[in-house]
């Protein structure tokens, strides 16, 4: 029996080698395999935790943006009413002066002036802080990043102030060139318009429509000028001494100019100025209202031109306007700007874009 057992074995030899190899192979198979796997099931795990304190990181980060933009709200303000006074004409109309006349035609400019301009630098404060925060947020993630392979900071303390602080052109210079070209607009649209004539809500917003159109065709500058100097930073005229945090400013300052001047950013902005003046308008509706028991409709296209008021009483509704703007409380004004769908994707994308690593950008 052993014998035949033998011979059977011998006969067969090379098929017993082959699935004795076979079955040795399959199971170094199953083990690399659940290697693999195992490798596979740990690296995505780190990644969805690293994408998950990304993500956290981010919309702390927008929270961050929001709470800078509504403490900024008061120092624009303040900038403003700096240079268009409109309380100093109004308290010399009470007291009846001579040159009455001439009084309420400046009134009639400043109070447009101020209130188109307070439109424009609160949707410019915006979406230039969404950008400026978004950059430093993507460098801060990268920092602070486990297995950084640098200790060199890409934003240290310093510089992420010294970058900031760039902020003051849109309320410094900026500013004062954005009403030196939103007045001149005023008066070409207002200068010869009489204090006597009424107007609709229609015709308040096609003049309002006109004023901004003059105002970004005929500006000699981009809109963009207004929120950040287009000339070299100052740190940049010495030509020696910098210092490390003073390169690294500059690299934030070109890299934000960049981004101003991408056609990603233009779109941005117009939708917030769209969004900022059909909100102005919504608030101006509230004054075009017909009185209790009027048969005029209070509501639908026909409204908008079934009450007209004297430009002589606008111009006091116009004049209040930047204490809702410039609201440093979330007014409806500033919340939709905040809220603003195409806002918060563009705020995606550069947080995207500086939060990568270099190496996995090229």
């Not at 000699?220 to 070299?232: F, I, K, V």
Request: net charge negative; hydrophobic share 40%.
């Amino acid at each position: 029996m052993f014998s035949s057992a033998w011979n059977f074995i011998k006969r067969h030899k090379k098929k017993f080698i082959f699935t004795g190899a076979l079955i040795g192979g399959v199971y170094l198979l199953g083990k690399y395999a659940q290697i693999k796997f195992r490798e596979i099931q740990e690296r995505e795990a780190t990644e969805y935790i690293a994408q998950a304190r990304r993500q956290f990181h981010f919309e702390s980060n927008q929270r961050t943006c929001n709470m800078t933009v509504l403490s900024m709200l008061p120092a624009l303000k303040e900038a403003i009413v700096t240079q268009l006074n409109s309380e100093s004409l109004t308290t010399l109309l009470k007291s009846k002066p001579a040159n009455k006349l001439e009084i309420w035609e400046d009134l009639k400019i400043i109070s447009f002036t101020r209130t188109i301009v307070a439109v424009y630098s609160t949707c410019m404060l915006v979406v230039l802080l969404r950008v400026q925060l978004n950059i430093i947020g993507g460098y801060l993630y990268l920092d602070n990043s486990v297995g950084k392979s640098t200790t060199t900071l890409l934003a240290p303390p310093d510089v992420q102030q010294q970058y900031l602080s760039s902020i003051q052109h849109l309320l410094g210079d900026g500013l004062t060139e954005l009403i030196t070209v939103v007045k001149k607009a005023v008066q070409s649209s207002l200068g010869s318009v009489s204090l006597k004539e009424t107007w609709s809500l229609l015709e308040l917003e096609q003049q309002l429509n006109w004023i901004r159109a003059e105002v970004e065709a005929s500006s000699r500058r981009s809109l963009s000028w207004y929120l950040l100097a287009d000339d070299e930073n100052v740190l940049a005229d010495q030509a020696c001494g910098l210092t490390d945090n003073d390169i690294m400013t500059i690299k934030l300052l070109n890299e934000t100019r960049d981004m101003l001047d991408s056609p990603d950013f233009t779109t941005v902005l117009k939708a917030c100025l769209n969004r900022g003046f059909s909100r102005l308008c919504d608030n101006l509706a509230e004054f075009f209202r017909p009185p209790p028991g009027d048969s005029a409709p209070s509501c639908g296209p026909d409204s908008l031109s079934a009450v007209s008021l004297p430009l002589a009483k606008i111009i006091p509704i116009i004049n209040g306007q930047i204490n809702t703007i410039c609201s440093e409380t979330p007014s409806h004004f500033v919340q939709e700007l905040l809220m603003n769908d195409q806002v918060k994707e563009f705020a995606a994308n550069v947080y995207e874009t500086f939060s990568t690593p270099q190496e996995l950008q090229k």
